[in-house]
T-cell receptor
């Protein structure tokens, strides 16, 4: 499985756009990039997934450059409730794959 | 729709005692996972299962055993609890849907303390 590297922590203020970058230099051809969000005392929840270019949903956008060696999760106009840990996972979308989480990025949003 | 349910939510064990954590999912998912999360740390995979009757070791399997006798249930056992196993345990499940098995659904966690 591809190793991922993301910042340990980030700070932001309400209303700002937050971009969290994940490096995955040894990503394989059949790997997908998936981001999860975890609030304190809760299990992680799926946010967004992509393979290449840009993916957008109601929560976030995911930008993936052509070489796919990194990806950026973009949270528009964050609020206090976006304070959480964000995990980047790189894994193939196929049977038998174990989902390995790293330490994630702790985002703290202040007013 | 209950999703992924973990039982119990909290437990205190004495060193050397045994216990079983139950994870149940009602989404007919093929894959199930057990993770542990220590304070300030990410999730570490203990064991996982890709289908009924199958199990595989994850990153930190020592001291734990699992069973998947029914598709909807995944049991995590501690035969002889140690203080190092004090942690929050999360169960998850996933399918081969449009996002494949990388979209996992998590339970609410079991907080285990071993004294």
């Amino acid at each position: 499985l591809a190793k991922t590297t993301q910042p340990i922590s980030m700070d932001s203020y309400e209303g700002q756009e937050v971009n969290i970058t994940c490096s995955h230099n040894n990503i394989a051809t059949n790997d997908y990039i998936t981001w999860y969000q975890q609030f304190p005392s809760q299990g992680p929840r799926f946010i967004i997934q992509g393979y290449k270019t840009k993916v957008t949903n109601e929560v976030a956008s995911l930008f993936i450059p052509a070489d796919r060696k990194s990806s950026t999760l973009s949270l528009p106009r964050v609020s206090l409730s976006d304070t959480a840990v964000y995990y980047c996972l790189v894994a193939p979308n196929q049977a038998g794959t174990a989902l390995i989480f790293g330490k994630g990025t702790t985002l703290s949003v202040s007013s | 729709n209950a999703g992924v349910t973990q039982t119990p939510k909290f437990r205190v064990l004495k060193t050397g005692q045994s216990m079983t954590l139950l994870c149940a999912q009602d989404m007919n998912h093929e894959y199930m996972y057990w993770y542990r999360q220590d304070p300030g740390m990410g999730l570490r995979l203990i064991h996982y299962s890709v289908g009924e009757g199958t199990t595989a070791k994850g990153e930190v399997p020592d001291g734990y055993n699992v069973s998947r006798l029914k598709k909807q249930n995944f049991l995590l056992g501690l035969e002889s609890a140690a203080p190092s196993q004090t942690s929050v345990y999360f169960c998850a499940s996933s399918s081969t849907g449009s996002r494949g098995n990388t979209e996992a659904f998590f339970g609410q966690g079991t907080r285990l303390t071993v004294v």
